[in-house]
Every structure is written in structure tokens, then in C-alpha cells.
């Protein structure tokens, strides 16, 4: 039908009864009491809010890792066991990342020990597929290179590296996961980048992918 409507609800405009896209359906806070009511439903709303971030943390501090799986039932594990502990509820987020970190710390001193004991390979990336494309092939390689040098620093080094120069975590933040002053992370940060960054400025094919930002 054509013309112009009488209906006095006529373009107005419609309510909608869903969240916005891009809002959360419920807070962190909630979740949080969801859980700790022991409510299965809150339960499997953090797995669905946070496990891709847990997953993509681990992989980034770890390597592409047959471990990783594991490694991030693991995180929840504590999570879920750990929940009371968490005074602010609205930092589950940061709480969550804590535990990551405290579990990649682990599972890397697992994986020099099984090294040192010679029960695993010498750190070659099991899960790589098979590419032929010229970029992507630098890009594995150096991805390669850049896995076996932090295999040389220690793990908070390694850690802290990964979470501001990888994973892109803003310092106020890295400063509450570690529970000390900005003034602390920041030199905590500088310190693991100038142990990482002279070894990939000494790598050819890694020193491409240093920048100025990398602190």
C-alpha cells in the first residue's frame, strides 16, 4: 500500500527487545554471582565470554601447543575452584587473565623440564600445516624463530613480552593482572623487551617485525 499512513504508530520508532549487538547480556558482576550460586548456566556464560581470549593467551605465550587445550580447561579449573577469592567482581576479566599467566608460567617450566630430561623434540611447532605461498612461509618461519627465541628467556620475561608486545595489553591494565604500581609494569615491561628485542634484531628475518613500539 502506497501514501501516507493515518496509524498514529507509524513511524515512530520500534522498540526492540533484545540487547544491543555489542553489549553484554549480563556483566561481569553477574556471571561472577552466577557462579558462585553454582548456577551450570553462569558457568558456561564465562566459558562462552572468555575462552577464546584464555585460548589465544596461551597459544601466544605458549605456541601452537598440543598442550594448549589442556592448558585452558586448566585455567577455568582454577577459576571455578578459585571464585570466592575475587573481591571485585567486576574485574573477572583480570582475574581470569592471572590465572592464564599462572598457568602458562607452569606448563613452561613443565616444558624445559621434559626438554632437560630429553622427553620432548627440541621445540619445533608440531601444528603447522603445510603452506607454499611465499608470505605465509616467511610468516611461519619467523613465528618459528620468534617461539625458539623466547624459549631462551626466563618465563615472567617471556610472559610480560607476549601480554604487551603480542597480545597488545594496555600497561593500567597489565598493572592490575600483576597486582603492582604502573611504575612497576612499566620497568618490568622495558626489561623484558630489552631482553627479547637485541635477540630478534639480531635474527634476519625477525628484525623486519621490530618497531619502535616494542617497550
Not at 123 to 134: H, K, N, Q, S
Not at 167 to 173: H, R, Y
Request: charged share 30%; glycine share 4%; aromatic share 4%.
Amino acid at each position: 500500500m502506497s501514501g501516507a499512513s493515518n496509524h498514529p504508530g507509524r513511524g515512530r520508532a520500534r522498540m526492540h527487545l533484545v540487547p544491543p549487538e555489542g553489549a553484554p547480556e549480563h556483566s561481569d558482576a553477574d556471571l561472577v554471582r552466577a557462579v558462585r550460586e553454582r548456577s551450570p548456566l553462569g558457568a558456561m556464560r564465562v566459558w562462552e565470554r572468555y575462552s577464546a581470549l584464555v585460548r589465544r593467551l596461551l597459544r601466544r605465550s605458549l605456541g601452537p601447543s598440543v598442550a594448549v587445550e589442556d592448558a585452558v580447561q586448566e585455567v577455568f579449573l582454577r577459576l571455578f575452584r578459585d571464585i570466592e577469592s575475587l573481591r571485585d567482581p567486576t574485574v573477572l576479566r583480570s582475574f581470569l587473565i592471572g590465572i592464564t599467566l599462572h598457568v602458562a608460567t607452569s606448563e613452561l617450566r613443565r616444558r624445559r623440564a621434559r626438554r632437560w630430561l630429553l622427553l620432548s623434540d627440541a621445540g619445533t611447532l608440531p601444528d603447522f600445516e603445510a603452506v607454499t605461498d611465499e608470505c605465509r612461509l616467511l610468516e611461519r618461519e619467523a613465528l618459528r624463530r620468534l617461539y625458539r627465541l623466547l624459549d631462551r628467556v626466563d618465563s615472567k620475561r617471556r610472559l610480560l613480552f607476549v601480554l604487551r608486545n603480542v597480545e597488545g595489553l594496555e600497561l593500567a591494565e597489565m598493572s592490575a593482572i600483576l597486582g603492582c604500581s604502573l611504575a612497576t609494569t612499566k620497568r618490568r615491561v622495558a626489561d623484558a623487551a630489552l631482553r627479547v628485542c637485541p635477540l630478534a634484531a639480531a635474527d634476519p628475518v625477525l628484525s623486519p617485525y621490530l618497531t619502535r613500539k616494542t617497550r
